[in-house]
């Protein structure tokens, strides 16, 4: 029996070994709301806000100076951003801009924040919107 554990540890441990060599660690760091907040305070010219919502969404207000580029128009605009910046992707909750990051980071972008909790956490603070 323990012949026979052995082995099938061993095949594992080749089968996952190529795996294992191949993955990156994730370029995307996760966010909450007085973080988010602080950075917008900043007004750094290398951070861009980019709120991937849909129109619809937008009309209850955005982070002030927020690009609009909601999640389904992502994929058609990444060419016309740098990717030298430093991006804060967000969304409702923090579930689309986690997969707008995703994106991003699948199209070789590396400074990337996933603001967790999103507009739903920004509003109940009371931070400033733009409508």
């Known amino acids: 029996m323990f012949k026979f554990i052995e082995c099938m540890?061993?095949?594992?441990?080749?089968?996952?070994?190529?795996?294992?060599?191949?993955s990156k660690a994730s370029q995307i760091q996760n966010i909450y709301s007085d973080t988010v907040y602080s950075l917008y305070q900043a007004q750094d010219k290398d951070t861009v806000f980019i709120d991937v919502r849909?129109?619809?969404?937008?009309?209850?207000?955005?982070?002030?100076?927020?690009?609009k580029i909601s999640l389904s128009e992502l994929s058609g605009k990444i060419h016309s951003l740098d990717p030298n910046l430093n991006y804060v992707l967000v969304c409702r909750s923090g579930n689309r801009s986690l997969?707008?990051?995703?994106?991003?980071?699948?199209?070789?972008f590396t400074q990337l924040s996933n603001f967790q909790g999103g507009m739903m956490a920004w509003q109940q603070k009371r931070y400033p919107l733009s409508k």
């Not at 540890?9 to 191949?22: A, D, G, I």
């Not at 849909?54 to 690009?67: T, V, Y």
């Open 99 to 108: 997969t707008a990051a995703r994106m991003l980071e699948k199209a070789g």
């Open 54 to 67: 849909e129109a619809f969404e937008w009309r209850e207000g955005i982070i002030p100076g927020a690009l």
């Open 9 to 22: 540890r061993r095949s594992v441990m080749k089968l996952s070994l190529p795996f294992l060599k191949s």
